[in-house]
């Protein structure tokens, strides 16, 4: 079976602190992605990676940076994390560029204070 | 403007109700069509995907697309308590290296 895997459900983290989420896909997908899902905005994309070291900014890269490391994991940072980065983190992966279907996690919640 | 546009919502139906959900887009470079369903606490999950203009039928579901609109539909059948959800509609171009949503529209089928 398909497995996205977000390594926190709900995180509560301190103004300033660098933040890491982590996605973990058993697929061997090329494609994945960072969004962050607000109500009334919906998804927004952060950054997504085509290949392993490879990035591209998304929407809103603004105070986030990634990293792929591995084909199969791909981490988001939150350099300084501030208030107004409160929401629900979703990452995706898809097969190639050829595919339509991308799989999502279950999101992470993240609350900073 | 957004690029894809998407009515929040909330929708309640009686059950057994026709449901018709929409969005409309603003790039018309977009070739590919989704909808995911979202339930709560849930990551989002392909429903259907449409390409270029026609419709698609898969049991209950029907994804409409009119590309000289720039509008597409989702149409619920027979609806049922376990259809309530967050409906999302999604685009790619012809790549899928980004995939741009809707806000997404919660729909709450009534028992």
């Known amino acids: 079976d398909v497995k996205v895997t977000q390594s926190s459900r709900y995180l509560v983290k301190r103004t300033g602190e660098k933040v890491f989420l982590e996605c973990v896909q058993d697929?061997?997908?090329?494609?994945m992605f960072w969004y962050r899902q607000d109500p009334g905005l919906g998804l927004r994309l952060i950054y997504f990676s085509y290949d392993v070291k490879m990035k591209e900014k998304g929407d809103i890269p603004e105070g986030y940076s990634v990293s792929r490391e591995k084909k199969e994991r791909f981490s988001l940072i939150l350099e300084s994390a501030s208030t107004n980065q409160t929401s629900m983190y979703l990452c995706?992966?898809?097969?190639?560029?050829?595919?339509?279907?991308?799989?999502f996690g279950q999101g992470t919640r993240l609350t900073v204070v | 403007q957004k690029e894809v546009e998407q009515d929040p919502g909330p929708l309640s139906v009686p059950e057994g109700a026709i449901v018709s959900l929409n969005c409309t887009y603003s790039?018309?470079?977009?070739?590919?069509f989704m909808w995911y369903r979202q339930y709560s606490r849930k990551g989002p999950e392909l429903l259907m995907y449409t390409y270029s203009s026609g419709n698609k039928e898969d049991g209950r579901f029907t994804a409409q697309v009119d590309k000289s609109s720039k509008y597409i539909s989702l149409f619920i059948r027979d609806s049922q308590p376990s259809d309530s959800a967050t409906y999302l509609c999604a685009m790619s171009l012809y790549n899928f290296n980004k995939f741009y949503f809707g806000s997404g529209t919660k729909l709450n089928v009534k028992p």
């Open positions: 995706a992966s898809s097969l190639d560029g050829m595919n339509t279907e991308a799989f």
């Open positions: 790039n018309s470079a977009f070739q590919y």
């Open positions: 697929m061997d997908h090329e494609n």
